[in-house]
């Protein structure tokens, strides 16, 4: 059976964790999931069916609110940091850091498997194509 799961940029996240929890009980052998965001392809939206209407602005309210505090996820990761006592100049060091890494990993070949190459053709008829990272999570039970 497939399904869509819709929980913004934890989706991806989220289907594999359901995958492999389908494997673990038994539901499943095998399971494919994945995730794909694609904010340019949200779309104001009125929830009302009757009567005046107010356009919402879904990529705000959906995509970037704290569902949990009603503020911008910006506010959020500067609380969190906040919190934990993590600088800027720290983020950007490990940003810079876990990028070298995965440059240098990519370079010496432990990737070579997970990194395929993909070509589509768009509506307008064109073909792009770019390189995919394929996650593949093994999941052994032992009851």
């Not at 934890?10 to 539901?27: E, H, K, Y």
């Not at 694609?38 to 069916?49: A, I």
């Not at 107010?54 to 506010?75: K, P, R, S, W």
């Not at 600088?87 to 432990?110: L, V």
Request: glycine share 10%; with cysteine.
């Amino acid at each position: 059976p497939a399904s869509s799961i819709n929980m913004l940029c934890g989706s991806g996240l989220r289907a594999a964790v359901l995958g492999a929890q389908a494997i673990r009980c038994g539901d499943a052998a095998i399971v494919v999931a994945g995730g794909q965001e694609s904010m340019s392809q949200v779309r104001p939206t009125s929830w009302v069916k009757f009567g005046d209407a107010t356009l919402v602005d879904t990529m705000m309210i959906d995509g970037l609110t704290d569902a949990f505090n009603g503020y911008h996820m910006g506010i959020t990761a500067e609380n969190v940091a906040k919190k934990y006592g993590v600088s800027r100049e720290d983020q950007d060091r490990f940003a810079a850091q876990s990028q070298s890494r995965t440059e240098a990993a990519q370079k010496a070949g432990h990737f070579v498997e997970e990194i395929v190459p993909v070509t589509v053709k768009t509506r307008k008829g064109e073909y792009w194509s770019f390189l995919a990272f394929l996650c593949v999570c093994v999941c052994v039970c032992v009851c």
